[in-house]
């Protein structure tokens, strides 16, 4: 059931079930909270309580925040982790993983653990040799850049199937469709847009920053790198020692916990059974 939290400046939207630990899941731009149903599933029968927030501008929540940075989205999480009750496991895909990064380091009381899936929350430079050699890297630049200047919903659709590489799960097609319908509504591509153009800049600087364990995940085939697994290695070793390690998903795309959620759940528990406070 769809709950609501007001916050200055908007309303987010989010659900929440089971009993146990708290894991907040916060999904990426241009995607709603939908996408981690199968995770979500997984971890509730696991022994988790678990809340699965749409973004601000995303899903069931309000447009016409004043700004969409990482910085603003890790507010939000925060804010509603303080609403459940916390401290919460803090799940970032994408954009959001770096707004994870961010929570962690600010309010490292409210935030005990944090998974990043696929995260941007380095600065990002475009690898010009990779982009004449690797054709999927330079179809996922392609696409994302044309997403961020074109506001297109059918150029963000085509990114979708490229970033869920091979055979897609079951619900993609549903999933995509519902999407599309949310994503056409006034103003929620110029949200994409100004997501997509936003620096993880913010993020970035924070990583020495965390004291909490950190996982992050990476999916080999992840259209957004050339090198996928070198950047998840490149964040953990920006945390503070020991404090981060990093799983890749054989033939997984930038959505791992939407191709392969069994997978990513298993990943996310062992994580959280070695963590002593969990």
Same mark, same amino acid.
């Given at each position: 059931? !769809? @709950?609501?939290?007001?916050?200055?400046?908007?309303?987010?939207?989010?659900?929440?079930?089971?009993?146990?630990?708290?894991? $907040?899941?916060?999904?990426?731009?241009?995607?709603?909270?939908?996408?981690?149903?199968?995770?979500?599933?997984?971890?509730?029968?696991?022994?988790?309580?678990?809340?699965?927030?749409?973004?601000?501008?995303?899903?069931?929540?309000?447009?016409?925040?004043?700004?969409? *940075?990482? !910085?603003? *989205?890790?507010?939000?999480?925060?804010?509603?982790?303080?609403?459940?009750?916390?401290?919460?496991?803090? $799940?970032?895909?994408?954009?959001? %993983?770096?707004?994870? !990064?961010?929570?962690?380091?600010?309010?490292?009381?409210?935030?005990?653990?944090?998974?990043?899936?696929?995260?941007?929350?380095?600065?990002?430079?475009?690898?010009?040799?990779?982009?004449?050699?690797?054709?999927?890297?330079?179809?996922?630049?392609?696409?994302?850049?044309?997403?961020?200047? +074109?506001?297109?919903?059918?150029?963000?659709?085509?990114?979708?199937?490229?970033?869920?590489?091979?055979?897609?799960?079951?619900?993609?097609?549903?999933?995509?469709?519902?999407?599309? /319908?949310?994503?056409?509504?006034?103003?929620?591509?110029?949200?994409?847009?100004?997501?997509?153009?936003?620096?993880? *800049?913010?993020?970035?600087?924070?990583?020495?920053?965390?004291?909490?364990?950190?996982?992050? /995940? @990476?999916?080999?085939? &992840?259209?957004?790198?050339? &090198?996928?697994?070198?950047?998840?290695?490149? /964040?953990?070793?920006?945390?503070? !020692?020991? +404090?981060?390690? +990093?799983?890749?998903? @054989? %033939?997984?795309?930038?959505?791992?916990?939407?191709?392969?959620?069994?997978?990513?759940?298993?990943? /996310?528990?062992?994580?959280?059974?070695? &963590?002593?406070?969990?």
């Amino acid at each position: 059931m !769809t @709950e609501f939290l007001e916050i200055d400046g908007g309303r987010l939207a989010y659900d929440v079930s089971g009993q146990g630990r708290l894991i $907040v899941l916060s999904h990426g731009m241009g995607d709603n909270r939908s996408v981690y149903r199968d995770v979500a599933e997984r971890l509730v029968a696991s022994g988790y309580r678990v809340a699965c927030a749409d973004l601000r501008g995303h899903g069931e929540s309000t447009v016409g925040w004043a700004s969409y *940075t990482r !910085t603003d *989205t890790a507010g939000d999480l925060l804010a509603l982790i303080r609403h459940l009750g916390g401290p919460a496991v803090l $799940v970032g895909h994408s954009f959001s %993983g770096g707004s994870a !990064t961010i929570a962690a380091a600010r309010e490292p009381e409210l935030v005990d653990a944090i998974v990043e899936i696929s995260p941007f929350t380095r600065a990002q430079k475009v690898d010009g040799k990779a982009l004449l050699s690797n054709a999927r890297y330079r179809k996922g630049m392609s696409l994302l850049m044309g997403t961020a200047l +074109l506001r297109s919903v059918g150029v963000w659709k085509r990114y979708l199937a490229h970033a869920y590489p091979g055979t897609k799960p079951a619900g993609f097609a549903a999933h995509v469709a519902a999407l599309d /319908i949310d994503l056409s509504r006034p103003g929620r591509m110029a949200v994409v847009a100004k997501m997509g153009m936003s620096a993880p *800049t913010d993020a970035g600087a924070v990583l020495g920053d965390i004291r909490c364990p950190a996982l992050v /995940i @990476e999916g080999s085939l &992840d259209p957004d790198w050339s &090198d996928p697994a070198a950047e998840g290695a490149a /964040i953990v070793a920006a945390m503070p !020692t020991g +404090l981060g390690r +990093l799983e890749v998903v @054989e %033939g997984a795309g930038h959505y791992a916990h939407g191709q392969f959620p069994e997978r990513v759940a298993d990943i /996310i528990g062992t994580f959280l059974a070695a &963590d002593a406070r969990g």
